[in-house]
Every structure is written in C-alpha cells, then in structure tokens.
C-alpha cells in the first residue's frame, strides 16, 4: 500500500454510524436508494435462478465496498445467493458486523476488510458477479484501473457496477468525502480483459448507470441500453451513449446552476453582512466624535474648578486674620524695598519718577 492514505479513502475510514444515519435521512428524499435495492433483488435473483441451474449450487456475490451492509442484508436472505462483503473503510464495516452479525453470524467469516489500492484477498474466479453500488466513483484516477483489474481477476462470470455515468476521462465532479470521480467505466474494463459492457442508463435515476460486465463473454463489445431497448449497430451505441453524457451534463449543469444559486445567496448576505458592519462602525464613530467633544468639554470644566478654586485659596490666604498682617507687613516691606533700594545702589532715575513718592521732585522744583 502506499505509505500516505488518500484523503478520499481517509474519509470512509472515518465514516461509520455518521453515514449510517445520513443514508438513512437521505432514503426519505431520494428515490435512488431503494430503486437500486429493486434493481438488485430482481437482477441476483434472475442470476441466482440460473446458476442454480445450470450449476446446481448457489450464486456466489461479492459485493466489492459493501460498507455498512445495506445490500449484505436483503442478498443474504435471497434463496440461492452466498453473499461476501469487503471494504477499506474499519469504521463502515464495524457498523455492517454490529447491524448484521447477531442475526446472521455466518457473516462472519465473510465480511473482509481490505486496502484501498492492493491486491484482493480471494482467489481468481472466486466468485460468479462482483458488484459494487457507489464505490468506484470514489476511488482516485491514479488507483481506478487498477481496482477494476481486480474485479475482474476475482469474478468469474460478471461485473455489476451500478456508478455514476462515464465521462471521456477520470475527473474530479465533487470535493466530498474527500473526492468523487467520473471513470470512463466501459474503457477501464475493457482495458481489463475481452468483455461485453452493457451499459444502463434508463433502469435508474438519471445520475445512476448500471454497468453490466460479461467477463466470459470472450467478445470485446458495448452494449447500450436507450430507451428501454438494446442499441444494435455501432451508430445507435453511440447515439445512446453520447445520450447518457448528455443526461450527465445536465445533471452537472443543474448541480451547477445550484451551486451558483447557493453562491449568489451567499454572496447577497455577506454584502448585507457588511453594509450592517460599516453601519454599525459609522455610528461607533459618531459616538466617539460626540464621546470625545463630552470629555473635552469635562476636561475644560475640571480646569476651570483648579483655577477658582487656587483663586479662592489665594483670596482665604490673603485675608486670613492671624496672616493678614504678616501679608500685610510683607507688602509694606516690598513696598519700602521698591522705594529705597533703586536709590541705595544709585539706580534712581532724574527724569522721572515715581509720583507717589513724597521726596520726589521735579528738576525746575530744586
Ligand atoms: C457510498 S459508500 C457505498 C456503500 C455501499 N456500497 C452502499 O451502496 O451502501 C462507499 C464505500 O466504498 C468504500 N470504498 C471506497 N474506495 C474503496 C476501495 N478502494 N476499496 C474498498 N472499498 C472502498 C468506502 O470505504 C465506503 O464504505
């Protein structure tokens, strides 16, 4: 196995009751599920009834990716069919054995856990059909042909692979559980070996294509199913077949159309998301404008108070009686300094004077 897992395998790893409960929740919305179960019931039933007689022993069935046993169930209890289920994912398979082993613990020996991308572990022609019901579409492109190689060493008579339908080349349709591929189904097996692909587009819903793989066929050929009725030349094969891609892409562009529409929406609330923000960030900055003139405004108060209140301290310290008369003695001695120390240093000034000064007098009085 390669030494980092794929995160599309990942994923199923660490699927098991989560699935479980979402398919559950999903058979009520979609039709597909149970018209699959029909279409298999009917299919392994016709194919059990043969095997019996021409064989006169059961219909050996694995189905490859059997994941919680929703198909295990019903074929196990079909009369002539010895079902076997494999699957990488631990966590789907715990869910099979809890759902499926107290009620038939012959299950047991034949439920298998297996890597993602190695070899099986059965014989060859180990069993009459191989199936698979979802599975392929996700396992990588690098790995597809390899998985398809396998089936087809393992089954000896048939392939059933009920998947979505082909495209020209592997690509990647959807980023959930880690990847969903479109193969090129009818290359990819007869790259494994001669066979006949029937391909049916018609039985199920539109985005459910049944691959029916004759290994013992000994012919390479494509059989393809429109309309109810088998195409017969290459021309009506190919008419059918490019009927089935035309139903995909428009099963792309209605996925895709939705996803817009999603997208729009989306886009519509986060431009409403932010018009609501610069709003609110607008009325956080009035409130600041009108915050800030408010503390100004108190700051302006605050200083005006410092002020009376110095004032009013200086005026009480003016007239206090115990200090009135040192003030006052204190500015009559300012008063005498201002008076005589001009004179004392001979500083004092003949043109002018003070006139309150009493020796004070003018030039012409001498
Ligand atoms: C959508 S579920 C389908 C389960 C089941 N076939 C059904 O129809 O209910 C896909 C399953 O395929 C399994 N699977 C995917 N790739 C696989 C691989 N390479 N080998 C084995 N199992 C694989 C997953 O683990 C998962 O359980």
């Given at each position: 196995m390669s030494t980092e897992l794929k995160e599309n395998y990942r994923s199923w790893q660490n699927s098991s009751w989560n699935w479980y409960a979402e398919l559950q929740f999903r058979r009520y919305t979609i039709p597909s599920y149970d018209a699959q179960e029909a279409f298999l019931k009917g299919y392994f039933s016709d194919a059990a009834g043969r095997c019996l007689e021409e064989n006169g022993r059961p219909l050996r069935v694995l189905e490859f990716g059997?994941?919680?046993?929703r198909h295990l169930k019903y074929l196990h209890q079909m009369d002539g069919v010895e079902v076997y289920g494999c699957d990488q994912s631990p966590g789907m398979l715990s869910v099979a054995r809890t759902l499926l082993l107290g009620r038939f613990p012959e299950l047991e020996e034949r439920i298998e856990l297996v890597e993602p991308d190695q070899r099986l572990p059965y014989e060859d022609d180990a069993f009459d059909i191989v199936f698979t019901v979802s599975v392929l579409i996700h396992v990588s492109p690098e790995d597809v042909a390899g998985r398809v190689k396998e089936l087809r060493r393992v089954a000896r008579s048939r392939i059933l692979n009920v998947e979505l339908p082909p495209f020209t080349h592997s690509y990647l349709?959807?980023?959930?559980h880690g990847g969903c591929w479109l193969h090129d189904f009818p290359r990819l097996h007869r790259q494994a070996g001669p066979c006949i692909v029937e391909v049916d587009?018609?039985?199920?819903?539109?985005?459910a294509v049944i691959y029916d793989v004759a290994?013992?066929?000994g012919r390479d050929g494509l059989r393809v199913l429109q309309g109810g009725k088998w195409a017969e030349s290459p021309e009506q094969v190919q008419e059918a077949r490019l009927n089935i891609l035309l139903e995909y892409s428009k099963l792309c562009r209605g996925r895709a159309q939705q996803n817009f529409a999603r997208e729009a929406e989306t886009s519509r609330e986060l431009r409403d998301e932010i018009r609501e923000l610069k709003r609110r960030m607008r009325t956080l900055r009035v409130d600041n404008r009108s915050l800030n003139e408010r503390v100004k405004k108190r700051e302006q108060t605050i200083r005006r108070l410092r002020a009376t209140r110095a004032l009013k301290f200086s005026y009480w310290l003016a007239n206090h009686p115990l200090l009135r008369p040192v003030a006052k003695t204190a500015f009559d001695a300012l008063v005498g300094i201002r008076r005589f120390l001009p004179r004392a240093l001979g500083?004092?000034?003949?043109?002018g004077g003070d006139?309150?000064?009493?020796?004070h007098k003018a030039p012409d009085d001498e």
């Open positions: 059997c994941g919680f046993g349709w959807d980023d959930a587009g018609d039985s199920l819903a539109p985005n290994c013992d066929g500083l004092e000034r003949r043109d006139p309150r000064d009493s020796d």
